[in-house]
């Protein structure tokens, strides 16, 4: 069940670790302003819940791209949620640099390092199902 009171405590700021830039070949990606250790929590992204037949709709739009698997299957039918945040723009990496994990308690996606950032690193995370593109290293 939604809770609004856990979700108004959270309190998005302007990120300083991270920045939008052009990724060479994958068009906008996320970068590292300085430093970050594994383990850092790099982005905290409100989400809007989307039921399943929202995200069936979807699956023919540009959204398809940016938004992420809720609950269920990754592959499978199950209700998506798509990131008021930058996390929404992180490209894939099969050698990714950070993970996002779903916290169902605050509705949030949250971009965790995985492994050392150093300043002017694209952050990346594995997509963790099917591809429906060709990857770019």
Same mark, same amino acid.
Not at 6 to 9: F, L, N
């Given at each position: 069940m939604f809770d609004a009171a *856990?979700? #108004?405590?959270i309190r998005p700021a302007p990120n300083h670790r991270i920045e939008v830039r052009t990724s060479p070949g994958r068009g906008r990606g996320i970068f590292a302003r300085e430093s970050i250790a @594994? #383990?850092?929590l790099i982005e *905290? *992204? @409100?989400i809007i819940v989307l039921p399943a037949t929202h995200c069936r709709a979807l699956d023919s739009t540009i959204i398809y791209d940016y938004y992420f698997h809720w609950d269920g299957d990754p592959d499978g039918v199950g209700r998506g949620a798509i990131g008021l945040g930058l996390v929404t723009?992180?490209?894939h990496s099969t050698r990714p640099l950070a993970r996002v994990d779903r916290n169902y308690a605050r509705q949030t996606l949250d971009l965790i390092a995985i492994a050392e950032i150093g300043p002017g690193q694209e952050v990346t995370i594995d997509y963790g199902c099917a591809l429906w593109f060709s990857p770019r290293e």
């Open positions: *856990a979700c #108004g405590r @594994p #383990g850092t *905290a *992204a @409100p723009l992180c490209n």
